[in-house]
């Protein structure tokens, strides 16, 4: 009954924010979550991972200073505050669970969840 739920994705403009949040269900958030994005015709790419405690984050060079991960455990709930949104950050954004933030290699994480679509356009 494992369950991860984005939310929050939809149309901005270049420059804009969006807050995606990921809520869990069905276990404990007692793990390390990753987001990850997927364009249309390009491999799955993680975005950044959040340990269980929040102490610690790992992200990819293509959105440091402009995402931000974050966390409230007593929510079951895992944010990702997208500032400065570019066009080429279109793509479809899942969380997934996993054990430690050493790596943003989907084939390290063990729940995903259906994605929400985020479309940066003018």
């Known amino acids: 009954q494992l369950q991860l739920v984005e939310s929050g994705g939809g149309l901005v403009q270049p420059g804009g924010s969006l807050r995606l949040s990921c809520a869990a269900s069905?276990?404990?958030?007692?793990?390390?979550i990753g987001w990850f994005r997927q364009a249309p015709g390009k491999e799955r790419e993680g975005v950044p991972c959040?340990?269980?405690?929040?102490?610690?984050?790992n992200y990819a060079d293509s959105v440091k200073g402009r995402f931000t991960i974050s966390r409230d455990n007593a929510k079951s709930t895992v944010y990702l505050q997208m500032n400065s949104l570019k066009p080429e950050d279109t793509a479809v954004y899942y969380c997934?669970?996993?054990?430690?933030?050493?790596?943003?290699?989907?084939?390290?994480?063990?729940?995903w969840g259906q994605g929400t679509q985020v479309t940066v356009s003018s």
């Open positions: 997934a669970r996993t054990y430690y933030c050493g790596s943003l290699n989907p084939g390290e994480y063990n729940a």
């Open positions: 069905g276990f404990a958030l007692d793990y390390a």
């Open positions: 959040i340990s269980r405690s929040g102490g610690s984050t």
